[in-house]
């Protein structure tokens, strides 16, 4: 089926139509244009759809004009596009746009796609690991205090503690069962097991954190499809349907944050579930944005997991495992899995695998009576809790 664009609007459904991840880990010999075309191909492999349905492209992160000359790189020429950067709450802020201008008509196909070589470039010497985002505007006036980007996390996560008693074992936690989930991911980077005792003995980056509290540095690249109701029929597999999404941001300086303990999910992921028609007590598995172990904890809060100040005692006994309460960050997360960047795009490629039934025996969620999760949530983060997008996705 053909579909033209700038259809009228019917509030058309909007389903995903393929994932993918492009090579991931340590790759050394490609350019983040091959992992953004590696998994452009396998996403659209994935949908069982011809490239030339697509008509809609987002992109962030690469080039001079992002999306332009990723998509011409990748022979698209798109009539809608989407270049929004907003660190790692990106693509779930993109794929808010997305199904926005899929179910008004203003696109029929879209695809969001994403590559980095960040471990691979520090590697080799093209580049350096950044400790901020700049020194400009608001900006300046941290900076020179040495208020780095980790540095604005572990303020947060100190306030957290002071203010609900949290542990740093508490936070240790997330992070061992972090691991244990990428345990039977073989696409994860890190799958051999961790103990608290090994999280709060490693050596400190950040006070409170230690090595182990912070994400990995990969490469990698994934890529999602996102299509009108009207392609389902030709996709290869079942569908997964974005039922609902919200966006929120908060702030770029840390003196006009009101709340170290809230982040912006607690506006996106209420919009999210209102626009869904659904709760949070009916999800089944949650991917999070996981740059850091108080991300997770304080998002889980935000999201209506557990009430706030009360996330220290819900990421105990196992809850986040794949077989626990309520499986978190499923492949191993940013903590275990990948984390080449902007992350987000990888929570979407997560949850649809989990909701298609395809992650596999050994890591596979299923829900008490042992069927597939039916609804799942991705929620990402962007710089220092500045912004924020979550998705909530079903199962078709």
Known sequence: MRLTPGTPSRNRKVAV???ALSDCGRVDEATPYTLHAQAARRALADSGLDRSVIDGFASAGLGTLAPVEVAEYLGLRPTWVDSTSVGGATWEV???????AIAA???????LVYGSTARADIKAKRRTANLSFGARGPLQFEVPYGHTLIAKYAMAARRHQHQYGTTLAQLAQIAVQARANAATNPDAMYREPITVDEVLSGPMIADPFTKLHCCIRSDGGCAVLLVAED?????????????????????TTMSEWDDFTVSPAAASGRLAFQRAGVRPAEIDLAEIYDAFTYMTLVT????????????????????????????????????????????????????V??????????????????????????????????SSGTVVLGRG
């Not at 008509?105 to 695809?111: D, F, K, S």
């Not at 960050?329 to 990888?346: E, K, V």
């Not at 596979?364 to 009576?369: A, E, L, M, N």
């Open 353 to 386: 695998r989990q909701l298609r039934g395809e992650a596999g025996q050994d890591r596979q969620v299923h829900k008490p009576d042992g069927t597939l999760p039916q609804l799942a949530v991705a929620s990402g983060t962007g710089g220092w809790f500045c």
């Open 231 to 251: 392609y389902v029929p030709d996709l290869a597999k079942r569908p997964v349907w974005v039922l609902g999404s919200g966006t929120a941001v908060s702030h």
């Open 300 to 351: 889980l809060e935000d999201l209506g997991f557990c009430a706030k100040g009360e996330g220290g005692a819900f990421v105990e006994k196992g809850r986040l495992l794949r077989d626990g309460e309520l499986p978190v960050n499923t492949d191993g997360g940013g903590l275990a899995a990948c984390h080449p960047g902007m992350r987000g795009l990888f929570l979407l490629v997560e949850a």
């Open 17 to 19: 139509a393929g994932v």
């Open 94 to 100: 993109m794929a808010a746009h997305a199904a926005d």
């Open 105 to 111: 008509g203003h696109a029929n196909a879209v695809l």
